[in-house]
């Protein structure tokens, strides 16, 4: 497992963008797993001015996305499909037919977890899966207590969670308490991994993950079996490792 400590979140998106980009030059058609939330935002917006700027193309890109709430529709200001096309999909040459995100109001949910890893199994895989961590040390909606072979499915948010992603909605209320998310097992599957990681709420989860027990309680400390993860985490959020990281 590589640590890489970062200044702050720009540097944060510089980082993880060379990862990715590294990875992408050596694919002819390059399976990209992606996140949501806040924390890859410095990231989309690096490979947005890189494909601009730079000519990064993306034109062989295909994209599959972690998860998505149940019950929201793809045109839902909160909806994952949303979040994506705004922050990456429609600022970067990629045809939005190779970009997937879970169908969150599929007629039959179990099915459309069933079809989502076949996508995935049929393109080859995913050569880079990006990652998130919440503050309970979740990936994806993988909450604490996920089997750690689990594979894509439905699941229930924990309060937790629900706290955290208030703050993007009107009220608590309107929350979606249940999420489509890839398992795991899925995430584990990835050729590479990259977690990125923001601020001093998320050090106690970072340090879990990177140093402490494999355990389900804390399900990306799964990654610790990952033959090639990277975290790339921001000074504030590295304050409580005592492992030997790098820093740029």
Known sequence: ?????????????????????????????????????????????ELIRRNKEEELDFSTTITFNLDEYVGLEPTH?????????????????INKKC??????????????????????????????????IGSNGHIG?????????????????????????SRLFDKIDDVPTKAVTMGIGTVLDAENVVLLANGANKA?????????????????????LHPSTTFVVTEDCASELTVLTEKM
């Open 77 to 93: 200001d909160q909806s994952y499909r949303y979040f994506m096309n705004a922050q990456l999909f429609d600022h970067i040459n």
């Open 204 to 224: 106690a989860a970072v340090k879990a993950a990177i140093e402490g027990p494999v355990s389900a309680l804390c399900p990306a400390s799964s990654l610790q």
């Open 1 to 45: 497992m590589r640590v890489i400590v970062v200044k702050d979140q720009d540097a944060l998106g510089k980082a993880s963008a060379d990862l990715v980009e590294s990875v992408m030059k050596t694919k002819a058609h390059f399976a990209l797993g992606l996140a949501t939330g806040t924390t890859p935002i410095p990231l989309y917006k």
């Open 99 to 132: 970009t997937h995100v879970p169908n969150g109001i599929a007629q039959d949910i179990e099915v459309e977890c069933l079809a989502y890893e076949e996508m995935m199994e049929d393109v080859g895989g995913v050569d880079l899966q990006v990652l998130g």
């Open 141 to 165: 909606f993988n909450e604490p207590g996920t089997s750690l072979a689990s594979r894509t499915h439905m699941t229930d948010l924990t309060e937790s969670t629900i706290k955290d992603n």
